[in-house]
């Protein structure tokens, strides 16, 4: 016998759901967690200004209702801490915390055929066996910093925003240097020009940003949600991003251009990316119809800076919005009009090399007290890729996903049987509220391990042509929208060398969830079952 049922890798939200999930249909499960705390992004991205940028009444699970009932928001896209503190009560509430172990990397993952098993093994040299295996590694844990020569030789302190230091960092009339200009990037620096003596904000790609218009939520407010919980969720469920969002149905095409612009303004002034991408059908379709939103944005940009120069220089040009994560922020390009910050173009001028005192570019030398790197993740695979998984007939997951990560409908790939992945590449992940694609992923796995014990079965594996049928069709959907036009981390290309594949399925939630629920309809279609360790 296994000493578990079901090891699951991770507990973020998505681990500490598949807890919960597992062990309510009776498993003996526990996840194995990297971090000193449960969280997962939220625990390691404790950077100032971090906050989610999907509204806290959906980005919140909503398996149950009286967890739904008996939590109440503080605003509207809350912090980092307020995210935390939510999962801390998830895990209390739920009494999750006897099967989640911390400070327990997973550094291997073998499976073997004859016993039907999996054996995991962890840093500390620990092993156990397990008929399942849950990856909840999460699509943005892997934090990527840049290998810039004489790094380690920095005489001042460094941080990478998704590791940063619990007890925090004093950037107080300190002389800054913030790296990357991504979502991280736009919600950690105006923190630290509040404070630093000078901030210096490198800046490859310019990027799309949207206000926020982060708010306190009224009891009157959290209420009315409350209220209608129940039918908001179903909407979600069936939505394109997981979000009930209200567009005009309409192609940007279509209508006047003032009609447009009014449009525009009027998502501008509300705050929120996801409902400014929801306005008009095309504007992730066609680049004729995003160019109008993209105007409008730098438009926004170019009324909001007050030098001219560094108002052009803020302003993306060679992607359409929203074909890499469309930033929120209230203060970002306002940040550039104080004094105290400078913006440095690091396409022009690359960073060169980091000294005792500083930062070179091509043609300049910064002199530095501490360097922000907010380069964001070896996304989607990169937490995989540094677990060594090793599938049947010794096949590992590196060389089998060499050519890019893929995976049947997202949840498993073949050759590695009984092994599961939440929010996996081929999923919508990262191109939706991703609480709600992790608990349908989640409730997914939940039922196809009772499935497959219910049937008496060793293991369920996906067939290779279905997976090939499924990594095609997600292609073809990508390449139908704008999607694929932006190097992003999307595809791989913040990480020198990652084969360069666009794995996330973007056709929408509410159909991704339909498609799902009919393979289970008709019996696990283009997955087998083996039984006696043969299919
Ligand atoms: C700053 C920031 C803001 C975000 N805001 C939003 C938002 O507003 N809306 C949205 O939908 N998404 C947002 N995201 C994406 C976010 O990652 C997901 O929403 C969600 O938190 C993912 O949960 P998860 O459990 O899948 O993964 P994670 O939260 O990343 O958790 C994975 C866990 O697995 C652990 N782990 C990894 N490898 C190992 C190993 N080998 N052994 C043991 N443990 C391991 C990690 O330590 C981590 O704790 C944001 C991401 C960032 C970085």
Not at 51 to 68: A, I, P, T
Request: with cysteine; aromatic share 12%; charged share 20%.
């Amino acid at each position: 016998m296994t000493d578990l049922d079901v090891v699951v890798i991770g507990a973020g939200f998505a681990g500490i759901y598949a807890v919960k999930a597992l062990r309510d249909a009776g498993l003996r499960v526990a996840a194995l967690e990297a971090g000193s705390g449960i969280g997962g992004t939220w625990f390691w991205n404790c950077f100032p200004g971090a906050r989610c940028d999907v509204e806290s009444k959906d980005y919140s699970y909503s398996f149950s209702e009286e967890l739904q009932e008996d939590w109440s928001w503080s605003e509207r896209y809350p912090a980092q801490p307020e995210v935390l503190r939510y999962l801390h009560h998830v895990a209390d509430r739920f009494g999750l915390w006897a099967n989640i172990q911390l400070n327990t990397t997973v550094t291997s993952a073998t499976w073997d055929s004859d016993r039907a098993q999996w054996a995991v093994v962890t840093a500390d040299g620990a092993a156990r066996t397990a008929r399942f295996l849950v990856s909840a590694v999460g699509c943005l844990s892997a934090s990527s910093v840049p290998d810039i020569p004489g790094l380690g030789s920095f005489g001042g302190a460094w941080f990478h925003t998704a590791r940063w230091p619990k007890e925090g960092a004093d950037f107080t009339g300190k002389r800054v240097a913030v790296i990357g200009t991504g979502s991280s990037g736009i919600q950690v620096a105006p923190e630290i020009a509040a404070v630093a003596g000078h901030l210096w904000v490198f800046q490859r790609t310019a990027h799309f940003a949207v206000p926020n218009r982060n708010a306190a939520v009224s009891p009157e407010a959290d209420a009315a949600v409350k209220a209608r919980y129940r039918a908001y969720r179903a909407q979600a469920r069936e939505s394109m991003l997981g979000v009930p969002l209200t567009g005009t149905g309409k192609s940007a095409l279509e209508v006047t251009a003032a009609e447009r612009a009014g449009a525009y303004q009027e998502k501008w002034n509300a705050g929120g990316g996801m409902p400014f991408l929801g306005l008009y059908t095309d504007l992730l379709i066609t680049r004729k119809a995003n160019d109008t939103v993209a105007e409008f944005i730098r438009d926004r940009i170019r009324e909001t800076v007050t030098d001219p120069a560094v108002a052009e220089q803020l302003c993306p040009r060679d992607y359409p919005v929203g074909a890499k994560r469309l930033a929120q922020s209230d203060d970002y390009y306002a940040m550039f009009n104080r004094p105290n910050v400078t913006l440095v173009n690091a396409r022009t001028s690359p960073i060169v090399s980091v000294a005792a005192s500083g930062l070179r570019t091509a043609d300049a030398f910064y002199e530095l007290d501490a360097i922000v790197f907010a380069t964001g993740f070896d996304a989607i695979s990169g937490a995989l890729d540094r677990i060594a998984v090793t599938g049947a007939d010794g096949l590992s997951l590196k060389s089998a996903w060499a050519a890019g990560p893929h995976a049947y409908l997202g949840l498993m790939t073949a050759g590695f049987p009984n092994f599961f992945i939440v929010t996996g590449p081929g999923s919508p992940s990262v191109f939706s509220n991703m609480v709600l694609s992790i608990e349908q992923h989640v409730e997914w796995i939940r039922d196809c391990v009772s499935h497959v014990l219910g049937e008496g079965a060793s293991w369920i594996e996906p067939l290779a042509p279905a997976e090939e049928a499924w990594v095609a069709h997600t292609q073809d959907v990508a390449y139908s929208t704008l999607f694929p036009l932006a190097d992003s981390w999307y595809v791989g290309a913040n990480i020198p060398g990652k084969a360069q594949v666009f794995s996330p399925y973007v056709g929408g939630v509410g159909p991704y969830r339909a498609k799902c629920d009919e393979v289970v309809a008709n019996g696990y279609e283009g997955f087998a079952l083996a039984y006696n360790g043969t299919r």
